[in-house]
């Protein structure tokens, strides 16, 4: 079965963040939908790099519900306006209870914070982006699951966040291929 | 001095080998300008993202000869579109007769082959891309410099690629305070 991921950027979105990690999964067969969550066509990432957004957020939990895993990349005003977006909050916590893949990387780890998930978790972020109190573990290393949760740190530790979400989704083998064919590892 | 680079692609370009040095690039204070050599606004990568164009390559060589570095990010079937333009192979000879950076990486180095440019190099490049017996060594390193000329190996080495540019262009303490801060290092 086609695996799938909801990749949820605001205008100001990190760029390596959230390119790295579509660029990564589709070449694993991973449907990777950047979706824009304020309705635009094209969003401007914080370095002034301007993509054009698969979808808008529009459609609602309903359909965001089908995906197997939530991205939230970082990126300045993007990390802070997906944390006060309360239907991003709905979105990640719906998808969280559902057992499904709630990935956030640099900043954005803030959003899973706010949506209290990642008490009693171990857990990562950007330097000082969340209190390490909120967390069950704070580490510092470049990828952290715990449970159905997957945080990282910044935009160097963006492919191996990539990887991590990779497999969590039960795609190592493509992983390991991907981390040799990519001049990640090797 | 601002410090300025043209970024040339083709549709089918290498996401994360062109993105990253944008961003990085940016980061740093370096105009770095996404160049469609196919004079389109929106060019399309090699894994489905759309990206916009800063500009198109129709002014020509006088003007992209204003520019400190070009930079050829990988990808196909844009490497070989780069390759096989003759304006392109005649904007990288010019570069480097300027003494200007040229810069390539992954598939891209074929570019340099073809315009005779790897000849008693040092170079590197993704795994077959190049004939070893066009460049005076070939090495398997993520990031050579020889000369005015900088390759790298692919989406896994984009962000040493990124730096050595950087540091070519005597931004070292810009790339020392970004890889800190970017969490490449440490």
């Given at each position: 079965m086609e695996r799938s991921a909801l990749i949820l950027c605001y205008s100001g979105f990190e760029e390596i963040e959230a390119l790295t990690v579509v660029?990564?999964?589709r070449r694993a067969g991973v449907a990777a939908d950047i979706c824009s969550v304020e309705g635009k066509e094209y969003i401007r990432g914080s370095h002034g790099i301007e993509i054009r957004a698969d979808k808008s957020f529009g459609a609602g939990e309903k359909e965001v519900g089908s995906y197997d895993c939530v991205v939230l990349p970082g990126g300045l005003p993007n990390a802070y306006l997906l944390?006060?977006?309360?239907?991003v909050i709905d979105c990640v916590k719906n998808f969280y209870a559902s057992g499904k893949l709630v990935c956030a990387i640099c900043a954005a780890p803030c959003v899973l914070e706010k949506a209290g998930l990642l008490k009693g978790r171990r857990a990562t972020s950007y330097p000082g982006m969340v209190d390490k109190a909120s967390c069950g573990e704070y580490i510092a290393e470049n990828a952290v699951q715990d449970g159905n949760i997957i945080t990282s740190r910044g935009p160097g530790t963006a492919l191996q966040f990539s990887f991590a979400i990779l497999r969590a989704m039960g795609l190592g083998l493509?992983?390991?291929k991907l981390e040799k064919?990519?001049?990640v590892k090797g």
């Open positions: 660029d990564v999964l944390r006060d977006d309360p239907e493509d992983a390991d064919g990519m001049i």
